[in-house]
T-cell receptor
Framework: KQEVTQIPAALSVPEGENLVLNCSFTDSAIYNLQWFRQDPGKGLTSLLLIQSSQREQTSGRLNASLDKSSGRSTLYIAASQPGDSATYLCAVRQTSGTYKYIFGTGTRLKVLA | GAVVSQHPSWVICKSGTSVKIECRSLDFQATTMFWYRQFPKQSLMLMATSNEGSKATYEQGVEKDKFLINHASLTLSTLTVTSAHPEDSSFYIC????????????FGPGTRLTVL
């Protein structure tokens, strides 16, 4: 059974810092991995989608990497801003013909001004 | 990006009543939609997979007679919480999967259900 864990569970950093959020999964047979952002009381916003054949994806100040064999993905946020404060979730989709995603436990990020 | 809407955004109801939540893909067709629930400060828990034109597939531990799902068209799925009780109070989020090569999943804004 696939299990997705995110470390740290919570993180508080001063504005301007570069930071790394970690996501690990127990079953490396994944189809893709997606990073999301969730603001309090809101739905999810997709940040980056990495296919199993890809190593990384970049969008603005965000960079996500994927090491499928070791069951790990990292989300790198450069020059953090207070507006980056949110919960970040990673989710993996299995290779079986289902589109089902298994979500990680989440990292609550707070960027201090 | 693709847009998914949910209606209502929040609802308060009395115990014992039924509540229907709609999930719509606004600018794409989705043969598959998902329903999740999220408790405060917790991650999303998948409840069921909604497939257009067929019965929903429920996750283990989810009561299919309590959480009725209907995927009547390629852009609409509904979740009906029947005979709601206070323990059903939660944040319900739907998602829809695009039919292109990447099958990306887009999420609705969520519905806050409070059962008194």
């Amino acid at each position: 059974k696939q299990e997705v864990t995110q470390i740290p569970a919570a993180l508080s950093v001063p504005e301007g810092e570069n930071l790394v959020l970690n996501c690990s999964f127990t079953d490396s047979a994944i189809y893709n991995l997606q990073w999301f952002r969730q603001d309090p009381g809101k739905g999810l916003t997709s940040l980056l989608l990495i296919q199993s054949s890809q190593r990384e994806q970049t969008s603005g100040r965000l960079n996500a990497s994927l090491d499928k064999s070791s069951g790990r993905s990292t989300l790198y946020i450069a020059a953090s801003q207070p507006g980056d404060s949110a919960t970040y979730l990673c989710a993996v989709r299995q290779t079986s013909g289902t589109y089902k995603y298994i979500f990680g436990t989440g990292t609550r990020l707070k960027v201090l001004a | 990006g693709a847009v998914v809407s949910q209606h209502p955004s929040w609802v308060i109801c009395k115990s014992g009543t039924s509540v229907k939540i709609e999930c719509r893909s606004l600018d794409f067709q989705a043969t598959t939609m998902f329903w999740y629930r999220q408790f405060p400060k917790q991650s999303l828990m998948l409840m069921a997979t909604s497939n257009e034109g067929s019965k929903a597939t429920y996750e283990q531990g989810v009561e299919k007679d309590k959480f009725l799902i209907n995927h009547a068209s390629l852009t609409l799925s509904t979740l009906t919480v029947t005979s709601a009780h206070p323990e059903d109070s939660s944040f319900y989020i739907c998602s829809a999967v695009t039919s292109d090569l990447y099958n990306e999943q887009f999420f609705g804004p969520g519905t806050r259900l409070t059962v008194l």
